[in-house]
């Protein structure tokens, strides 16, 4: 089974703050690195309406290339392990149980009876 969920701009959010002391500047006291980081996780999440828990080393990969393409973090090391970690954690977790419902018979066809009268509340033989 394949666990999914929609990321928006409060989880980058919420990977960043987890994040960025283990990048390069620490995120540390560097306002303006820490913002261009931000903005990278938040614009790889908005590129898919679902990520998937296998997404996770995929996901790091897109960020650590539009780390190294802006000129602002192109220059620090990159963990991309950490951000693949903490986002696996931000997506639910596999269930151990799952409650299937018994089949049923389904009834395909069912003869309509158009001399049966309407009743206004719903109910019927």
């Known amino acids: 089974m394949a ?16 994040t960025g002391p283990s990048m390069g500047w620490r995120g540390d006291n560097d306002a303006y690195r820490n913002s261009e ?18 997404d996770a080393e995929p996901f790091a990969r897109r960020v650590e ?24 954690e931000m997506l639910p977790k596999t269930p151990s149980r799952m409650l299937v419902p018994p089949k049923r018979s389904i009834e395909l066809a069912h003869a309509i009876n158009t001399g049966q009268g309407v009743a206004s509340n719903g109910s019927g033989s």
């Open 37 to 54: 980081y931000l903005g990278i996780l938040q614009n790889v999440i908005l590129q898919e309406p679902l990520w998937f828990v296998d």
């Open 65 to 88: 290339a539009a780390a190294k393409t802006n000129t602002a973090t192109s220059d620090w090391s990159f963990a991309g392990h950490v951000l693949a970690s903490v986002f696996r």
């Open 3 to 18: 666990v999914a969920a929609h990321l928006g701009i409060v989880e980058g959010k919420k990977i960043w703050e987890r």
